[in-house]
């Protein structure tokens, strides 16, 4: 993706309203791993002083000030050294005042750039909750994936996390060929075993235009039959639950308080803004994302800040549909009237018992034994939680030409 579009919506053209979360997107990774579809590119050679720089300038166009939240993630926000972090920072600081707002300042970290000083450099600049990667605990896995640390490594990492007093959440794969039961069973047991009060695991998936996806296509790689993937997305519910981390949402566990205050904002469909190459935005119902790539976006920021490749302006009944497909990805689901409120959906009255059209597709999911009622609340059931993409994805279909019978 290469260019800039112009017009910018008005609604995306100006700061963002006060108390807007904050996404930033630092583009850059030590090297570009196998299965990895976001954007970033290998820092070697890279600008990233004027990066930062372009990071501000756009924060300074569109950032909302005294946000609740602010994610910086990535690429790898912790390859930046320390004196580019508190140029970040305290740049940020200057034009929105987070320190003052944010009850969480999340840091993407990846072992091979984060020691105890960094992690402290980190808090001590506002980041409250630093996310490190670690994806496997197998050398040889690790290789396979392109990461460039070792599983001592991402050890060390997550323990230098946790010494500086951050909240610390850590992300692992699964679902990667040749993997077994008994090496997820050991690989949750090991990270787990840090009482941490966060983990992500995601089932790997081969998106287009990686090098896993080619592999896959080519036969170099082979993937896991679905009834090993169901065995081990559910082991790790039952690990983590053992543990104390509540099953939040389908890959998410934290213990009670500690969820990713800023992702619920997503899976609530809320307002948010994205700076950064690739970044998507989320501002006064229009969702639009800056180019993947960096030329581009430096260049459309020089020019005012604003820097957009795309932008859609959702109707009410799309924003209904898609906001059920969030929010059923939380383990507390969703109201259909939380769903009308997020979504400024007005059912037509006329219309009698089909007036929110999404309460046929909700009520069809029931039936097909994928979602549950529970008082005002559905939510996905343990055979729907699996498939919980494709069970959400029925309610993407609803548009005005496309309202259930
Ligand atoms: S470190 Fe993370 S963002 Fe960077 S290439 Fe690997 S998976 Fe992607």
Not at 174 to 195: I, M, N, R, V
Not at 277 to 305: C, E, L
Not at 306 to 322: C, D, F, I
Request: glycine residues 12%; proline residues 6%.
């Amino acid at each position: 993706m290469g260019g800039v579009i112009a017009p910018v919506p008005r609604q995306i053209s100006g700061r963002a309203p006060q108390g807007t979360p904050l996404y930033v997107h630092v583009p850059f990774c030590a090297a570009k791993c196998h299965y990895c579809d976001f954007f970033s590119v290998a820092a070697e050679g890279e600008d990233l002083e004027g990066a930062i720089d372009a990071l501000l300038a756009e924060a300074a166009a569109r950032a909302g000030p005294l946000p609740p939240t602010v994610f910086v993630g990535g690429g790898t926000p912790s390859l930046l050294d320390e004196t580019q972090l508190t140029r970040l920072f305290e740049g940020l600081q200057s034009l929105i005042d987070f320190r003052s707002s944010a009850l969480e300042v999340t840091v993407e970290c990846n072992p091979e750039s984060l020691d105890r000083r960094k992690a402290e450099h980190l808090l001590a600049l506002g980041a409250t909750r630093l996310s490190v990667g670690v994806q496997a605990l197998d050398d040889g896995v690790l290789e396979r994936f392109g990461r460039v640390h070792s599983a001592a490594d991402a050890l060390r990492g997550v323990e230098a996390a946790r010494a500086s007093g951050a909240r610390v959440s850590t992300d692992l794969i699964y679902a990667y060929p040749g993997q077994t039961t008994d090496k997820w069973a050991s690989d949750l047991s090991t990270l787990l075993d840090f009482e941490l009060s966060h983990l992500s695991a995601y089932n790997l998936t081969y998106e287009e235009g990686t090098r896993f996806h080619r592999w896959l296509g080519e036969g170099k790689l082979a993937q896991l039959p679905d009834e090993l993937e169901l065995e081990l997305f559910w082991m790790a519910r039952r690990a983590a639950t053992e543990r104390g981390l509540d099953a939040y949402e389908v890959s998410n566990y934290a213990s009670s308080g500690y969820e990713c205050a800023h992702n619920i904002g997503y899976w609530r469909n809320g307002p948010y803004v994205g700076i950064g190459p690739g970044a998507v935005s989320h501002v006064g119902g229009v969702r639009a994302g800056n180019p993947r790539s960096i030329p581009p976006w430096r260049s459309g920021v020089d020019k005012g800040g604003v820097a957009l490749a795309w932008s859609e302006g959702l109707g009410a009944l799309e924003k209904l549909g898609e906001t059920w497909w969030l929010g059923l990805r939380l383990a507390q689901g969703i109201t259909p009237a939380e769903a009308r409120a997020a979504s400024g959906f007005e059912p037509d009255p006329a219309r009698g018992p089909q007036a929110d059209p999404a309460l046929a597709i909700a009520t069809r999911l029931v039936e097909s034994g994928h979602l549950e009622l529970r008082g005002e609340r559905y939510r996905l059931t343990e055979s729907g939680l699996p498939v919980a993409d494709a069970v959400a994805a029925e309610f993407l279909r609803l548009t005005p030409g496309n309202l259930p019978a």
